[in-house]
């Protein structure tokens, strides 16, 4: 099984930074994505951004410019997936999820649908204050 952990949440105020990190291991297919989502009170589920193996990445409109997606060499056993929040705003405050796909993801649209991926971390929680 794949086990997915996300941390580094925490409160920060309007315009500072944080950086997330999701630990993904256990995984050893050649092809794969990892993807964050977040999901703020009475909302739905919504996606952020995802990393492909081969690093090709996709943001949300509404995160673009400001969030970025990395991760780092590992092999596909163990992995770390990055996600630096800059420029936050109150509206970023959620709850946020890494989860992984077996699989690419190809498309923005298609990295926002939660039945795309197989396997869901606990989520960690963003608070940007005004």
């Known amino acids: 099984d794949v086990q997915l952990q996300a941390f580094g949440g925490g409160l920060v105020q309007a315009g500072g930074s944080l950086r997330l990190s999701c630990a993904a291991s256990?995984?050893?297919?050649?092809?794969?994505?990892i993807g964050w989502f977040r999901q703020a009170p009475g909302k739905e589920r919504e996606g952020v951004s995802c990393?492909?193996?081969?690093?090709?990445?996709?943001?949300?409109d509404s995160v673009k410019g400001r969030f970025t997606i990395s991760s780092n060499n590992a092999t596909n056993a163990e992995k770390l997936v990055y996600l630096q929040m800059n420029s936050l705003k109150p509206e970023d405050t959620a709850v946020y999820y890494c989860?992984?796909?077996?699989?690419?993801?190809?498309?923005?649209?298609?990295?926002?649908?939660?039945?795309?991926?197989?396997?869901w971390g606990q989520g960690t929680q963003v608070t940007v204050s005004s």
């Open positions: 989860a992984y796909k077996w699989g690419r993801i190809s498309t923005a649209q298609q990295m926002n649908v939660l039945n795309e991926y197989d396997y």
């Open positions: 256990g995984f050893i297919f050649d092809d794969y994505a």
């Open positions: 990393i492909n193996r081969d690093g090709s990445t996709y943001y949300a």
